[in-house]
């Protein structure tokens, strides 16, 4: 069996190539758009981040701040008291990577000092200026997801390049290492349905990157 990267996160290490890992999305969160907010209570959400390991997850994110169209924004407060207790018990409780959904730096580092192995950022560590420096800091894994505002593009799949090329250089200047990094195109972020698509389409065209994609 041939492994062509290695995916580090904490004292995880994932063998890309040797299968598709699949990531558990929990969402703690009042309005979250795919389970409607059922699991916003600390029992709810252990138990159902449980379930998921179960039925094959091989990463467990947690996220605090709902992305759905329309949504609230949270203030830092706010979303560390949803996710902290949260991944706490799940380090203790699960052997599989936990990861937390955030684009701040400040929730980052709190969920990495509660034992948290994966920070999964929206941004692309392009929103807040200190998140590099976090993920850093700790040596945990980072995934870096394209965005932006308004769905317009020149060449889509050349633009998410470009984005993610900026934010991998970005990391790498924090002094993240390149087994740290994974990307993530993006789908349903500052794309229409057709852009969607044809960003699966073109998934193969993100190969150049070397890097993990996460999907």
């Known amino acids: ?11 995880y290490k994932l063998e890309i190539g040797k299968k598709t890992y699949i990531m558990g999305i929990l969402n703690v969160t009042p309005d979250s758009f795919s389970d409607g907010g059922m ?7 252990v138990k159902r981040a449980k379930e998921m390991v179960l039925e094959g997850a091989d990463i467990i994110d947690v996220g605090g701040e709902s992305t759905r ?20 018990r799940l380090v203790k409780e699960i052997d599989v990577p936990i990861s937390v959904d955030t684009t701040k730096s400040a929730v980052a580092e709190k969920a ?3 034992g948290a192995h994966i920070v999964n950022d929206i941004w692309g560590l392009q ?14 894994g980072v995934i870096i997801m394209h965005n932006q505002d308004g769905k317009e593009y020149q060449d889509l799949m050349g633009d998410i390049l470009k984005f ?3 934010s991998v250089e970005i990391a790498e200047k924090a ?5 740290n990094i994974a990307v993530d ?24 990157l070397n890097l993990p994609v996460l999907l």
């Open 164 to 166: 993610l090329r900026r």
């Open 175 to 179: 002094g993240i290492k390149k087994n």
């Open 112 to 114: 990495l000092q509660a």
């Open 69 to 88: 169209p329309g949504f609230e924004p949270v203030d830092t407060e706010e979303e560390m008291r949803r996710v902290l207790p949260v991944v706490e």
């Open 127 to 140: 929103k807040d200026p200190l998140m590099a420096e976090v993920v850093s800091k700790y040596g945990a």
């Open 39 to 45: 699991y916003n209570n600390l029992e709810s959400a």
């Open 185 to 208: 195109p993006g789908i349903g972020f500052g794309k229409t349905l057709e852009h969607n698509l044809e960003a699966i389409r073109r998934l193969n065209e993100l190969k150049v």
């Open 1 to 11: 069996m041939v492994i062509f990267l290695v995916f580090e996160c904490g004292k």
